[in-house]
């Protein structure tokens, strides 16, 4: 895939409350061209879109501050999508949001620690917009992408929101690119086509879309985020350890993300106890569980103090199992069989 776009010499940053006589600038990862231009070659004939995640980070001396898109997040859940209408936001896109929250806010506290106070990305990940596919010629949005927009602008009280336009570059033709726009040449295993994309933004307090300078650089020059836990991307496996711990008399008593490894991404640890016992156990799961397998630990049952976490409490009186003790780990492992395990190796002792 190679991306064409234009660009000034010497690269400016954006003022979100002034005005946009001169047009800001938008800085943009390579996999997220990619990924918008495989999106709009899966739905060819249909409108699309996804939701961009990023960054604003602002400037010294109060210059105007810059924005940064790192990463999409598609709908999966009750989407639309047809000729002439797309609809999108669903929980799916809400839980991997949240995902890249926390696991953002231990890399800002690395990253704080490891290269001081004034580091570049040391700012909140947000969403910053949505791009969408529109049919034909359509290279700006529309008077229903605008009151939509509004609407969001309202509801998340935001001072903006991005709104990159896509289109099939062969309807547009007779119309100039300019600094807001990209020209891709894509291809997947069975399509390719010339992808126009048009960035634009709506702020707050303006009336209409407006043009923003878009500059697209190399994934290794963004902070990356991780990939999708797997409790999100394969929720019927986690219903499936849900059913099975259940049907073995064993109760999930918390579920919680934890940095148990002192870096991104966060593991999501279960707390699993058998009712009549005295102790739990703690399956701490990676981010691509089940391929990798859990680290498993033994606490006592035990009542946190005024203002302390329950689960951190259970974690600080916890012992690591020994890795003897559990199966050789495979994908088609699940959870109750290293509690299995675990229980069969408390009887021996």
Known sequence: MTTTHNTPPV???????A???????????QRVVEKICQGALRYKRNETGEALIGLVVPLPENAVPEL???????????????SVMFVQGDGWQTNISEWWQENWKLYREMHHTSRGKNSKWDVPLRHL??????PGAMIAPSTEDLHTARLHLEAMDTDFLLAPIVTLAEYSENI???ENTLIVEATSTTKSARIRIDFWWLRKEGRDFEPVKVVVRPNAYFPGLPPVVWWIKRRQRFDEELVALEKNGLEVMDVVTWNTRGHPPLDTCLTIWRPGTSRVIIAMTPVNYPTRSPIWRVAPIMRPKEGQDLFETLLNASTKVPEGVLPTWTDEHL???????IEAWEKTK
């Open 176 to 178: 100039p690119p300019t």
């Open 19 to 29: 005005s946009t006589a001169e047009m800001p600038f938008v800085y943009v990862a």
């Open 11 to 17: 690269e400016k940053s954006l003022n979100i409350s």
């Open 129 to 134: 917009g949505d791009w969408h596919k529109q």
């Open 335 to 341: 959870l109750v069989d290293g509690v299995k395990a």
């Open 68 to 82: 940064y898109i790192l990463d999409t997040i598609p709908p999966m859940e009750d989407v639309i999508r047809r």
